[in-house]
């Protein structure tokens, strides 16, 4: 059961688009479409912004995507703002019905 | 309103046991899986373990896997996580959360801090 792997920070310019990729194995990203991506921020409950592999809750700004290419599922934020700055984590399901998340990426928007 | 609040985190010595709670409210709490998930101080987050609605289904990370229990009681609106057996590495902010679908979390209490030391 190993942490699915992400980059440990990105960074964008206000306006710009980033992604943030998680990287698995055919046992978890690549095995279903169960992936979801969330925004942590410092002292506040994460926040789900994508749930099977590009599913936008409702409330969640079109401005965040989420895709997946084999052991490799992505989350795409477009239009970067001030706001977006913060920790974001995948999560996958795995074939051994158990839970992963990823290592978390901080986001800086410069 | 969804709410989901945790309770029963604190200060226990290495191999103690704590109980941790969590109520629910402004939901169907019976119509949702539920898990917990923590987050250890200046690390990232880690699912500890989900229950199916009924209780039918439920799994463990390895990590924690014949020391810690969850639970529910759904005439109670309540989710439960007993932790035996404690390790200074289960020291972290525990979350529950409800599901919507597989590891995917649409809501999440505020964490309890469990403290675990010798």
């Known amino acids: 059961q190993s942490a699915l792997t992400q980059p440990a920070s990105v960074s964008g310019s206000p306006g710009q688009s980033i992604t943030i990729s998680c990287t698995g194995t055919s046992s978890d990203v690549g095995a279903y479409n169960y992936v979801s991506w969330y925004q942590h921020h410092p002292g506040k409950a994460p926040k789900l912004m994508i749930y099977?592999?590009?599913n936008r809750p409702s409330g969640v700004s079109n401005r965040f995507s989420g895709s997946k290419s084999g052991n490799t599922a992505s989350l795409t934020i477009s239009g970067l703002q001030a706001e977006d700055e913060a920790d974001y984590y995948c999560?996958?399901?795995?074939?051994?019905?158990?839970?992963?998340f990823g290592g978390g990426t901080k986001l800086t928007v410069l | 309103e969804v709410q989901l609040v945790e309770s029963g985190g604190g200060v226990v010595r290495t191999g103690g046991s704590l109980r941790l709670s969590c109520g629910a409210s402004g939901f169907n709490f019976e119509g949702h899986g539920m898990n917990w998930v923590r987050q250890a101080p200046g690390k990232g987050l880690e699912w500890v373990s989900g229950m199916s609605w009924n209780g039918g289904v439920i799994s463990y990370a390895d990590s924690v896997r014949g020391r810690f229990t969850i639970s529910r009681d759904n005439a109670k609106n309540s989710l439960y996580l007993q932790m035996s057996s404690l390790r200074a590495e289960d020291t972290a902010l525990y979350y529950c959360?409800?599901?919507?679908?597989?590891?995917?979390?649409?809501?999440w209490g505020q964490g309890t801090m469990v403290t675990v030391s010798s």
């Open positions: 999560s996958s399901y795995t074939t051994s019905r158990l839970g992963v």
């Open positions: 099977d592999v590009s």
């Open positions: 959360a409800r599901d919507v679908s597989y590891l995917a979390f649409d809501s």
